[in-house]
T-cell receptor, first 108, second 113 residues
Framework: KNEVEQSPQNLTAQEGEFITINCSYSVGISALHWLQQHPGGGIVSLFMLSSGKKKHGRLIATINIQEKHSSLHITASHPRDSAVYICAVRISGSRLTFGEGTQLTVNP | EPEVTQTPSHQVTQMGQEVILRCVPISNHLYFYWYRQILGQKVEFLVSFYNNEISEKSEIFDDQFSVERPDGSNFTLKIRSTKLEDSAMYFC???????????FGSGTRLTVV
């Protein structure tokens, strides 16, 4: 069983829609990261969370430590948001354990 | 904004050859990492490096792999004798300390033929 599970695996939305990507993990963590991977392969860090909620522009990330669950929300989605969104957790040390990613496609 | 720089962006090598992947982490960062992503799979941890030594490594990071910080700026990953299954995107990352966010490089796509 994967330590980090994301859903959905694939998501297609129309421009302007509100998007939610979910991440569940099975063990205690010290931090959770949301990352974005573009078609060229590069990875960009979006958020690091250990509790509560963070917001940056149209992106919002929340985490519920008791339920071992995090969500990434995108408001007013745009075609340029199309990418793979990856949840990764820090369980011990400073290494990250990654989820499989969610492929998001936003159509105009 | 400071960046982690990786070179080359693409490398094709013959099976059995040695390759060195290079990274320049952000200058005031103290923790350095290598991760890899085989095509179609999730990103996997290889190794972390702090204070001029390996602090953690995964089961993937066997004797064929080594890391080095040869000077104050570069961080390298060497694969001694490449196998077909080493074909992947290799990402370098750095962090100011293990509790801060990461900055990833844009990756080196390694193809072993």
């Amino acid at each position: 069983k994967n330590e980090v599970e994301q859903s959905p695996q694939n998501l297609t939305a129309q421009e302007g829609e509100f998007i939610t990507i979910n991440c569940s993990y099975s063990v205690g963590i010290s931090a959770l990261h949301w990352l974005q991977q573009h078609p060229g392969g590069g990875i960009v860090s979006l958020f690091m969370l250990s509790s509560g909620k963070k917001k940056h522009g149209r992106l919002i990330a929340t985490i519920n430590i008791q339920e071992k669950h995090s969500s990434l929300h995108i408001t007013a989605s745009h075609p340029r948001d199309s990418a793979v969104y990856i949840c990764a957790v820090r369980i011990s040390g400073s290494r990250l354990t990654f989820g499989e990613g969610t492929q998001l496609t936003v159509n105009p | 904004e400071p960046e982690v720089t990786q070179t080359p962006s693409h490398q094709v090598t013959q099976m059995g050859q040695e390759v060195i992947l290079r990274c320049v982490p952000i200058s005031n960062h103290l923790y350095f990492y290598w991760y890899r992503q085989i095509l179609g799979q999730k990103v996997e941890f290889l190794v972390s490096f702090y204070n001029n030594e390996i602090s953690e490594k995964s089961e993937i990071f066997d004797d064929q792999f080594s890391v080095e910080r040869p000077d104050g700026s570069n961080f390298t990953l060497k694969i001694r004798s490449t196998k077909l299954e080493d074909s992947a995107m290799y990402f370098c990352a750095s962090s100011k300390d293990g509790n801060y966010g990461y900055t990833f490089g844009s990756g080196t796509r390694l193809t072993v033929v």
